[in-house]
Each structure stands twice: as structure tokens, then as C-alpha cells.
């Protein structure tokens, strides 16, 4: 194109025009319009002959825009210049994945030298921590891997929750937190599905509410309703609904992203002294998505969080669960009037479980009693064990199924 002063005016309405006509709005911007303007032309492209601009057409495809100055008056006065469009969406899209790629692998690094730092500390600590590094370092992998199932069972709520409630009501304790009980009394007692997953999901997300409340109550709630046109056709089936709130620091919106991301921690500084992995939740989804469910978050920042999610399970029998935390509380109260009636630090006994947190729970109810306790998490490991030694007594969880061919074995020797 090439002007002078008297056509200036029409040649700008032209660009205009054809500005609007080949990119789309989007893309649109006072900069734009700034550098096709040719009032001020000559003062803005003095030291160069050429300006690149990347936009959209209106069928959102990515065009590289370019502005050239072809011919200049002796004066150094733009006499003409070029509009050259080129079709890079191909190339656009292709480089803006690569470069997501690589954001994505430098924000996974960072995330993994920070999990690396936290599990240097935590292997520095003893006892039950570290079991719960390793523990949640297998399943990941497993995962991962492909190789984590789902085992149905027919198991008993009530035993779940009582198991969930010792634990966490211990933990609460430590830090001085009210633990709130609203479990449904009409809920079934008996269902079929896997309750070791269930146990793990719900025990994540207990442990997580504890950890990250400083003052307050963390309330634990277990509900269902009746499930209809279940897709595999089997009858009786229904919903189990379990939420867990706190009134903990809350998630700040910014940082839900990080909430289920492999060995990211929210707010890594203000919980640097908070223990944990990075994992946990990354599993807790993982396993609902394998599960058929999801985990719903709802937060408000500085007042607290709920986490909850509900399971698809049929019933084996309708009989109610019925007041539960009255029942719990009155064994409470009973345990607390309790006292070990004998000690027996020469007594050597082996404890046959499959879930860690049973076996967690064993040997704490027996710590006054001073009786040495040894475990094993499975059929083989027992065998093992007590091939090598001689047990005054072995407790053996008769659920496990390594651990019933034991003992079809020993009855038919």
C-alpha cells in the first residue's frame, strides 16, 4: 500500500475495516490498533521495517500478522507498506502444547524435590509416620501401575466405623478437638463391597481434617439413601453417603488445584510441621474413581472444609446400624473406668491382620499390659514367623483369606 497526506484518512478506514474483517475480536486489542494506525506510523517504526503480531482469524485459527515496510522516501519518510498474513496454527498449537508439557514437568519436579525434602523428614521420624510413608508410596505405585484392585466383601458398618472412630478419636484427642458423631440410626449394618478401600478413603480424609485443625471439632457423618436402577441389575442397593467436617484453615480457592496433585502440599511453608506425604489425597481420588465415585470439596478459607463422597452398595441385610454413638460413647465411658487387671512382660504373642490401622489398634489396647506383640499382614508372613518361634498365643483375623488356607491346613495336619 502506498499513501500520502491527502488519501491517509480512507486508506486508515480501509485498514480498519479489514482488521475487523480477518482477525477475530478476541484478538483485538489497543496495541493492535496502535500499530495500524498511520497517523503516528513513521515515529513508531523510525529504527525498524518490520512488526509481527500472532492472532486468530474469525474461524479461531492462528495467523502470524505482519507489517512491512517495503519502500521509504529519501527522507527515511514510510512511503509504502505491506500486510502479510501466514497460517501458523498448526505450529502455534503444536509449540503451546510443548510448552504446557514443559511448565507441567518443571512444576512436577518442583513437587517432587519438595515431597523428597518432606519424606527425608519424615523418615527421620519413628513409628506410626513412617508407616503411613510407605504405606501410601505402595499404593501410589500400585496405582500407577495398574495393579491396585477392588475385593467385594461382605462387611460389617458398624465395625468400619467403629474402627474409623477409634482411630481418629485418639488423634483428636492429642490435639484437643471436639470429634462430632452424626451417623445415620436407619443406615443397613450389612454390605458388600470393598471395605478395605472404603476404610483407606474415609481414614485419609479423618486423618487429613485432624492434621489441619488447630482448634475446633472435626465432625465424622455417615448417611445413605436407596439407590435406583442399579446398572449391573442387582436389587437392594443404595448409597452410602460419608462427609467429614472441620474447622480447620480452610483451602484458599487458588489452591484447590494443588489439593489432588501427586506430592504437592498446600501452603507448604504455613504447614511445613505438618506430617504427610503429598499422597494422600491423590489416592483417596484415585480409589473413588476406581470405585465409581467422586470426592466433593467445599472450603471456605480460615473457617474450614467438607470433604465427602458417596459409594454405590448393596445390602446383604436390612437390620439398622441403630444409635451408634450412643453405643460408642457408653464404651467409652466404660474404657475410660477400665484397668489392666495383669502384666505379663514375658507373655509373647503374634497378631494375623491384613489392615495396618488393626493392628495399630491391637497393640495400643495392650500397651499397660507390657505383653510383647509381633505382627504379621498375612497368612505366609504368620507361617514364617512362628516357624521360627514359639507363641504363647496368636490372634488371626479369620477374614483374611491366606490366613483361612492356614488353618484348614493346621486342622488337617
Not at 502506498?2 to 478476541?26: C, F, K, P, V, Y
Not at 523428614?121 to 495398574?146: C, M, Q, V, W, Y
Not at 484427642?173 to 476404610?199: A, F, M, N, Q, T
Not at 481420588?285 to 470405585?291: F, G, I, T
Request: net charge negative.
Amino acid at each position: 500500500m502506498s499513501w500520502t497526506g491527502n488519501n491517509e484518512a480512507g486508506l486508515q478506514r480501509a485498514i480498519d475495516h479489514m482488521i475487523h474483517a480477518i482477525i477475530d475480536e478476541s484478538c483485538i486489542d489497543d496495541d493492535l490498533m496502535e500499530a495500524v494506525q498511520m497517523s503516528t506510523i513513521n515515529e513508531r517504526m523510525r529504527d525498524t521495517d518490520l512488526w509481527t503480531r500472532e492472532v486468530m482469524n474469525p474461524e479461531r485459527q492462528w495467523r502470524r500478522g505482519r507489517l512491512i515496510v517495503s519502500k521509504r522516501e529519501p527522507d527515511g519518510r514510510i512511503a509504502r507498506v505491506l500486510f502479510l498474513t501466514e497460517d501458523i496454527d498448526r505450529e502455534k498449537r503444536d509449540r503451546d502444547r510443548l510448552i504446557d508439557m514443559s511448565e507441567r514437568a518443571v512444576a512436577a519436579n518442583e513437587a517432587k524435590s519438595s515431597f523428597l525434602s518432606n519424606m527425608s523428614h519424615e523418615i527421620r521420624t519413628p513409628g506410626n509416620t513412617l508407616l503411613g510413608l510407605i504405606n501410601d508410596i505402595l499404593d501410589f505405585s500400585k496405582i500407577e501401575a495398574g495393579k491396585m484392585e477392588i475385593l467385594p466383601v461382605e462387611y460389617d458398618l458398624s465395625s468400619v466405623i467403629n474402627d474409623l472412630v477409634t482411630m481418629i478419636q485418639t488423634r483428636a484427642d492429642e490435639k484437643g478437638l471436639l470429634l462430632k458423631l452424626e451417623i445415620s440410626e436407619e443406615i443397613p449394618k450389612l454390605l458388600y463391597r470393598d471395605e478395605v478401600r472404603i476404610k483407606q478413603v474415609a481414614t485419609n480424609i479423618l486423618t487429613n481434617a485432624v492434621k489441619y485443625t488447630e482448634k475446633g471439632s472435626v465432625t465424622f457423618c455417615v448417611d445413605y439413601e436407596k439407590a435406583e436402577g442399579d446398572p449391573a441389575g442387582e436389587a437392594d442397593q443404595i448409597f452410602l453417603r460419608v462427609a467429614v467436617k472441620d474447622t480447620g484453615i480452610g483451602i484458599k480457592e487458588a489452591d484447590m488445584g494443588k489439593l489432588f496433585s501427586q506430592f504437592d502440599r498446600i501452603e507448604e511453608t504455613r504447614n511445613r510441621k505438618i506430617e504427610g506425604t503429598g499422597l494422600g489425597m491423590n489416592i483417596t481420588v484415585k480409589l473413588l474413581e476406581m470405585m465409581g465415585s467422586s470426592l466433593e470439596v467445599e472450603s471456605e478459607y480460615g473457617a474450614g472444609s467438607t470433604f465427602s463422597f458417596r459409594l454405590r452398595q448393596r445390602v446383604v441385610k436390612w437390620e439398622p446400624l441403630g444409635d451408634y454413638e450412643a453405643a460408642y460413647r457408653a464404651a467409652l465411658s466404660n474404657r475410660e473406668k477400665y484397668q489392666e487387671k495383669f502384666t505379663a512382660p514375658d507373655a509373647l504373642v503374634l497378631v494375623v491382620d491384613d489392615t495396618p490401622m488393626n493392628l495399630t489398634v491391637f497393640k495400643s489396647l495392650l500397651r499397660q499390659t507390657q505383653v510383647q506383640i509381633e505382627t504379621a499382614e498375612s497368612g505366609e508372613e504368620a507361617i514364617r514367623l512362628a516357624a521360627g518361634k514359639k507363641y504363647d498365643m496368636i490372634f488371626l483375623d479369620h477374614m483374611m483369606p491366606a490366613a483361612g488356607l492356614t488353618r484348614k491346613r493346621r486342622r488337617s495336619a
